[in-house]
């Protein structure tokens, strides 16, 4: 699958290119700044900052935060959910290594150029690969398995050793197949979800259409039940989007 993300960039607030990836021939000291000049009209026309623009079945989205301003040249079917954890992902990272630069940057951008080869990954590595792992360590889950039930397919798996087992992918599979059956008595066209409690486990397993999203909690560190349920959701819902395109 072709890569929908095209180019990364980070620009401070005057829309002057700090570093960028480039997976498509583009000026992006151009782009930078024509779309910074189209954020302030925005921000005179409607008295609100813009988050998009579309052009020839491409969308520019970006976020602004901290001192910068990170764009992202993508696909038009990459769902908005995605593009916008990419985009806080970069701008995290960034600010963490340069942000105490900003205010008194001298002009240099030499001090930035390492941050090129960390942008370039979003461009080089599977996009669902990086979209799986970033969700998996912000809901601080054990393992994370995103199976497709009708080809009976591993999509994405990052599993500690001890759940590598035969054994354990045996009783996940089954578990898989559980999920689905439910989801299909009592399918409404939304993200149907089973949570199981064990001794020490939380397994909260999302079933949508034929995809099924399977994530293992302990139970000593996981204590908002609730709000893992509706994030879980929520991604299972941007996967299926992009699975689809």
Known sequence: MENPIKNVIVADTNGLCLVSAAGESTDDYLLSGLLTAILKLGEEMVESELESLVFKGQQIYYLKRGGCLTIAQVSRELPEAIVFRILSEITDSFLKKYGYLLKNWSGNLDLFSDFGNE????????????????????????????????????????????????KNRAVGGMLFTFANKISEDFRGGAVEVIVLRG?????????????????????????????????TKDIMESVVEYLII
Not at 155 to 161: G, K
Not at 206 to 216: R, T
């Open 119 to 166: 942008l370039k990954k979003y461009l080089n590595r599977p996009l669902l690969d990086s979209f799986m792992s970033s969700f998996w360590l912000q809901i601080k889950a054990e393992g994370v398995i995103l199976y497709n039930t009708k080809k009976e397919e591993t999509i994405f798996s990052s599993l500690p050793e001890g759940l590598e087992s035969r």
């Open 199 to 231: 001794k020490n486990k939380w397994i909260v397993n999302a079933v949508k259409g034929e995809f099924s999203l399977l994530c293992i909690f302990n139970r000593e560190e996981t204590h908002n039940l609730e709000l893992i349920v509706e994030i």
